[in-house]
Structure formats: structure tokens, C-alpha cells
């Protein structure tokens, strides 16, 4: 079945430090990829998507680029803020059957510090 | 224009008590979906509604139902609270096909003593 991996975290980084967090996926078809953020006490929010290979998503500074041949869709960001902090979840949607569901991966905890 | 909407935002439940958690959505999406956040486990699919009229089950559907009351309306039901179903629930809506993405409300904190 379909599945996401991501790196575990967390993760804790300085300000203005560069950011990478892996995120791998077996699927069957051809699935859309989201990154999806969700801050202390709140639902989820899409960060970015991409719906076919070689797309890249990109939103408040935050990259990601769907590379088929190596299964993956790693989130990066060039200098990171504090108000970064939150957890990040990698994410696939494929067609199965009318569906369309949405398999996770567990999430990364990123803390920034001043 | 509410997005998807949750009630209630937290919940103490004693033991083999029942209760509903309501979910709304104004975006006028067809598919409906409830998840359980657990730490360490990501976010996992209780049940499904593809369309009005539908509903399936998800990944852990053990212990809960849901009615799809109509196309703004997605309910999930402990019919007899357990420990086990401490967790944060969240809903979320979408268009139909693998390219959208779906939208979730801001979660209801159950807790079953």
C-alpha cells in the first residue's frame, strides 16, 4: 500500500539556518505530494503541493521538488525564523477507487531558537 | 467563508460514555473525512464520505460511526468511550481527485478518563 517516511525529528535549528527534512514515499500510481504544517494548537494547513513530476511547490520561502526517480519530496527553506516552529507532515493522495485518500507521514518537530 | 468548522474544541468523557463530534464545511466540497492524531502515529483515517450519501471506513474505524447528515455535514459518534479513543480529532473536507488538497478544521482534544 501506499506509505510516507519521513525523517524523525525533532529537530532544533538556529535563526537564519538552512532546513532540509527528507520525506520519501511508495505509491501506486502516480500521487499528488503536499507538505502540510501545523502550528502548537492548531489544525493542519497546506504548506505546499505538487501534483506531477519534476513540479516544484513553494510557499513563504518553503521549496519542495517531486523527484520521481528517487520517490521523494524533501521540504527546504534557506534561513528559518522562529515563527517556523511547528510540525511538518509529508503527504500523498492517490486515486484509490473515489477515495482520493490522504496517507501521512508521522510528522517532524522543528524548533527554531533565536 | 468559515472553512471547516469543529465542536466542541475539547471534551472529558468518563468511560463508556457516547458522544458525537460535529463537523461543517462551507467550501462546497464533495468528500469528507475524519482523522485521529495520536503522538507518534501521524494522523489516521477513522472514516470517509467520498460524496453525500456515502461513507467507508478508514484505517481505524473500531470503536466509532459517522453520519453524513448532508453535503455541509459530517458527523462522528463514540457510541461507548474508552480510554484508548483519548486522542485530538480533526475534519477535513476536499474536492474530489488526487490534486486537491484537503482542508481541516482546528480539531476537538478528547479525553476519556
Known amino acids: 500500500g501506499d506509505s510516507v517516511t519521513q525523517m524523525e525529528g525533532p529537530v532544533t535549528l538556529s535563526e537564519e539556518a538552512f532546513l532540509t527534512i527528507n520525506c520519501t514515499y511508495t505509491?501506486?500510481?502516480?500521487?499528488?505530494l503536499f507538505w502540510y504544517v501545523q502550528y502548537p494548537g492548531e489544525g493542519l494547513q497546506l504548506l505546499l503541493k505538487?501534483?506531477?513530476?519534476?513540479d516544484k511547490g513553494s510557499n513563504k520561502g518553503f521549496e519542495a521538488t517531486y523527484r520521481k526517480e528517487t520517490t521523494s519530496f524533501h521540504l527546504e527553506k534557506g534561513s528559518v525564523q522562529v515563527s517556523d516552529s511547528a510540525v511538518y507532515f509529508c503527504?500523498?493522495?492517490?486515486?484509490?477507487?473515489?477515495?482520493?485518500?490522504?496517507?501521512f507521514g508521522k510528522g517532524t518537530l522543528l524548533t527554531v531558537n533565536p | 467563508n468559515a472553512g471547516v468548522t469543529q465542536t466542541p474544541k475539547f471534551q472529558v468523557l468518563k468511560t463508556g460514555q457516547s458522544m458525537t463530534l460535529q463537523c461543517a464545511q462551507d467550501?462546497?466540497?464533495?468528500?469528507m473525512y475524519w482523522y485521529r492524531q495520536d503522538p507518534g502515529m501521524g494522523l489516521r483515517l477513522i472514516y470517509y464520505?467520498?460524496?453525500?450519501?456515502?461513507?467507508d471506513k478508514g484505517e481505524v474505524p473500531n470503536g466509532y460511526n459517522v453520519s453524513r447528515l448532508n453535503k455541509r455535514e459530517f458527523s462522528l459518534r463514540l457510541e461507548s468511550a474508552a480510554p484508548s479513543q483519548t486522542s485530538v480529532y480533526f475534519c477535513?473536507?476536499?474536492?474530489?481527485?488526487?490534486?486537491?488538497?484537503?482542508?481541516f478544521g482546528p480539531g476537538t482534544r478528547l479525553t476519556v478518563t
Open positions: 477535513a473536507s476536499s474536492e474530489q481527485g488526487s490534486r486537491y488538497e484537503q482542508y
Open positions: 505509491a501506486t500510481g502516480y500521487p499528488s
Open positions: 505538487a501534483t506531477k513530476a519534476d
Open positions: 503527504a500523498l493522495r492517490t486515486s484509490g477507487g473515489s477515495n482520493y485518500k490522504l496517507t
Open positions: 467550501m462546497n466540497h464533495n468528500s
Open positions: 464520505s467520498a460524496s453525500e450519501g456515502t461513507t
